[in-house]
């Protein structure tokens, strides 16, 4: 299939950038990698009169640590870059395991951070090519009036990026900048829990940069995916896990988020609850990951059933939780 006709343009600033956004508002969206976005536009899901290529930005491109502020790592750092740096490897390892299991190492070469956390989400009556939507009435998220996997008045695509479960396990933020402004948000407030519009980015918007604390003493975190091939695919369901340990084997605190179960990540309530002041045994990991179970809720919008999905959020979160807490113990 091939591209639509649109603009091309370089910016060579971010002033310039978010100029330029706010001049074809409406009719404009940003490019980087592009794994994502090319793809929906030969399928004319997308058809962006102008295209504005951020990717020879090199305000966008750093990765620093300071053991006071943390890790700071820039919208057009790349997933390779996540997987291969030093001291994201040793401080942060769930970024560089959520990294490597993003696509096949060409898109992980091209593919940046700030790409995977503002995808778009993805339903198989959405992702599809314009003369196979043509046979149906438009859905929601195409602005028509139904739903083709369930009549409930609301669109159920599902967020499948990876970097934000583990980031939002991490209790990450991002940073927003337009013209005129600049804002800082925890990544989790990112999401809307809307497929039709999945996160709050505006039009004249940029994500540059992703912030990090530094991870606390005696602490871990993990990422597990599920998908149907190993090589390549978007998840089917995900669950990243971060806690910390005090006494040796007693839970201080923990986050657990489920992904690509719904339109955003899902924090798991009550978690705290159940390991709060406990020492970790397997009974309380299996408690934990029932209640992953108890709030995933996965819709018919992909391969694989609704309900093997949400089954195997149990077996991800303790996956998961193993391998955070032998980080944690470390």
Request: overall charge neutral.
């Amino acid at each position: 299939m091939r591209l639509p006709e649109f603009e091309h343009s370089e910016p060579e600033s971010l002033e310039e950038a978010c100029e330029q956004l706010s001049r074809h508002k409406g009719e404009v969206n940003l490019i980087a990698g592009g794994t994502d976005l090319l793809a929906s536009m030969k399928q004319r899901v997308k058809t962006p009169k102008y295209l504005v290529d951020i990717k020879t930005l090199p305000d966008l491109k750093s990765i620093r640590f300071d053991k006071m502020e943390g890790l700071k790592i820039g919208a057009l750092v790349t997933h390779r870059e996540l997987m291969t740096n030093r001291e994201i490897r040793e401080k942060y390892p769930v970024l560089a395991e959520a990294a490597s299991v993003i696509g096949a190492p060409q898109l992980q070469a091209m593919g940046t951070i700030g790409g995977n956390l503002c995808l778009d989400t993805r339903c198989w009556f959405y992702n599809q090519s314009h003369w196979w939507r043509k046979a149906r009435e438009a859905c929601l998220k195409l602005g028509g009036n139904v739903c083709h996997v369930e009549d409930g008045g609301k669109c159920l695509a599902p967020y499948q990026g990876d970097m934000a479960s583990a980031l939002i396990a991490l209790n990450a933020q991002i940073r927003l900048l337009k013209k005129g402004g600049e804002k800082t948000i925890p990544l989790k407030e990112f999401y809307t829990g809307n497929g039709k519009a999945p996160n709050i980015l505006g039009e004249d918007e940029i994500l540059t940069e992703v912030l990090v604390a530094v991870p606390a003493e005696k602490s871990g975190a993990s990422y597990e995916k599920l998908r149907l091939r190993n090589a390549i695919d978007f998840p089917q369901a995900g669950a990243a896990v971060n806690m910390t340990l005090e006494d040796g084997s007693v839970c201080k605190k923990a986050r657990v988020v489920i992904n690509a179960l719904g339109p955003s990540p899902q924090v798991v309530n009550n978690v705290d609850e159940v390991l709060g002041a406990k020492e970790i045994k397997d009974a309380l990991v299996i408690e934990v990951a029932e209640a992953a179970y108890k709030e995933a809720n996965p819709a018919e919008t992909m391969p694989g059933s609704p309900e093997y999905r949400r089954e195997m959020v149990k077996v991800l979160v303790k996956k998961s939780f193993q391998k955070a807490l032998e980080r944690a113990r470390l």
